[in-house]
């Protein structure tokens, strides 16, 4: 871990010191990434919060990357709780596997994916995150991932012709290409509407500081 400020570009303002290796930094392009397909009919099933927050992050992540695991089970608890429930953030999951490095990551998206279709995708993520060490070495990892559905209560019915014929896979190609295209390298990377980029596990005090100050930016409270 290295010290590093970061400097909320959109902000100009405001600079928070914290210990962490991370970097807040301004998207590869001038506007809004195209991080997420607003038309997307199932963007709902995976955002979290209100429409009316004052701050939107959009969270880049690979089902199979421990970081994001750590970023899922051990950080996004308490920011729900903190910044979500409160109705100051939106939060929305964006697909990026990194298949390259984690060769059963487009198949937990696509899982994840048809349990959208069902609305069910968050508990489907949350059960990803804390089975990955069990699935994401599995040669086959399919008959695991069937059994997290079955936990949920989720119909095999529901979500086998969506698994079969691969009906989420186009979806998920494109939003990895969006990321990409907007400069996103790494998982997990956070992209705060309006602000820039921020790549990396960060602690949770890392986000209290920044979200914090975005948010007090934003809205004039004290």
């Given at each position: 871990?290295?010290?590093?400020?970061?400097?909320?570009?959109?902000?100009?303002?405001?600079?928070?010191?914290?210990?962490?290796?991370?970097?807040?930094?301004?998207?590869?392009?001038?506007?809004?990434?195209?991080?997420a397909n607003r038309a997307d009919p199932l963007i709902a099933?995976?955002?979290?919060?209100?429409?009316?927050?004052?701050?939107?992050v959009y969270e880049m992540s690979d089902f199979q990357c421990?970081?994001?695991?750590?970023?899922?089970?051990?950080?996004?608890?308490?920011?729900?709780?903190?910044?979500?429930?409160?109705?100051?953030?939106?939060?929305?999951?964006?697909?990026?596997?990194?298949?390259?490095?984690?060769?059963?990551?487009?198949?937990?998206?696509?899982?994840?994916?048809?349990?959208?279709?069902?609305?069910?995708?968050?508990?489907?993520?949350?059960?990803?995150?804390?089975?990955?060490?069990?699935?994401?070495?599995?040669?086959?990892?399919?008959?695991?991932?069937?059994?997290?559905?079955?936990?949920?209560?989720?119909?095999?019915?529901?979500?086998?012709?969506?698994?079969?014929?691969?009906?989420?896979?186009?979806?998920?190609?494109?939003?990895?290409?969006?990321?990409?295209?907007?400069?996103?390298?790494?998982?997990?990377?956070?992209?705060?509407?309006?602000?820039?980029?921020?790549?990396?596990?960060?602690?949770?005090?890392?986000?209290?500081?920044?979200?914090?100050?975005?948010?007090?930016?934003?809205?004039?409270?004290?």
């Amino acid at each position: 871990m290295r010290r590093s400020t970061l400097v909320l570009p959109a902000l100009g303002l405001i600079a928070v010191t914290v210990t962490a290796a991370v970097a807040l930094r301004s998207p590869t392009h001038a506007a809004t990434p195209a991080v997420a397909n607003r038309a997307d009919p199932l963007i709902a099933q995976r955002t979290k919060g209100t429409a009316k927050a004052a701050l939107t992050v959009y969270e880049m992540s690979d089902f199979q990357c421990p970081y994001c695991r750590r970023q899922a089970v051990e950080t996004f608890p308490i920011l729900e709780r903190e910044f979500v429930t409160t109705g100051k953030v939106r939060w929305i999951f964006i697909n990026f596997p990194l298949t390259q490095l984690h060769p059963n990551a487009a198949a937990a998206a696509e899982f994840a994916m048809c349990a959208a279709k069902v609305d069910r995708f968050w508990p489907i993520h949350d059960l990803l995150f804390t089975y990955q060490e069990k699935w994401a070495p599995l040669k086959d990892p399919a008959p695991f991932l069937i059994s997290l559905a079955d936990s949920t209560g989720i119909p095999r019915d529901d979500m086998t012709p969506c698994l079969q014929g691969h009906e989420m896979r186009p979806l998920i190609q494109e939003e990895a290409e969006g990321a990409a295209k907007s400069g996103v390298q790494s998982t997990p990377t956070f992209y705060i509407e309006g602000a820039g980029m921020l790549a990396g596990a960060a602690p949770v005090d890392v986000f209290r500081r920044v979200l914090d100050s975005l948010w007090r930016d934003r809205t004039g409270a004290p």
